[in-house]
Nanobody
Framework: EVQLVESGGGMVQPGGSLRLSCAASGFPFSSYDMSWVRQAPGQGPEWVSNINTGGTRTYYADSVKGRFIISRDNAKNTLYLQMTSLKPEDTAQYYC????????????????WGRGTQVTVSS
């Protein structure tokens, strides 16, 4: 059974930083591109970032480019999202997701999601 479990969310002041983690199990993690997706209250899901299998290619939404860094540790089956210079508009539930195998950026869909971790940016 595929499982994706996010952690690391919390409340932070504007300008602050957080690092999200996603522990993956039940599939060959190193063989799959991975994504971070977020959803703010009352809005649809927003793709945030993608990373390829080896961690050598990363992609970002314009809204987070230069502030967020996606990475992965295939030995630990873990995906990360380092978030800096956080803004109130970054407030959302953040999900780790496995994109469907079409290599599109942003992905056209996801076949597995975690339950998410809440990030709140507020003074």
């Amino acid at each position: 059974e595929v499982q994706l479990v996010e952690s690391g969310g919390g409340m932070v002041q504007p300008g602050g930083s957080l690092r999200l983690s996603c522990a993956a199990s039940g599939f060959p993690f190193s063989s799959y591109d991975m994504s971070w997706v977020r959803q703010a209250p009352g809005q649809g899901p927003e793709w945030v970032s993608n990373i390829n299998t080896g961690g050598t290619r990363t992609y970002y939404a314009d809204s987070v480019k230069g502030r967020f860094i996606i990475s992965r540790d295939n030995a630990k089956n873990t995906l990360y999202l380092q978030m800096t210079s956080l803004k109130p508009e970054d407030t959302a539930q953040y999900y780790c997701a496995r994109p469907v195998l079409d290599s599109a950026i942003p992905p056209t869909g996801y076949d597995h999601w975690g339950r998410g971790t809440q990030v709140t940016v507020s003074s």
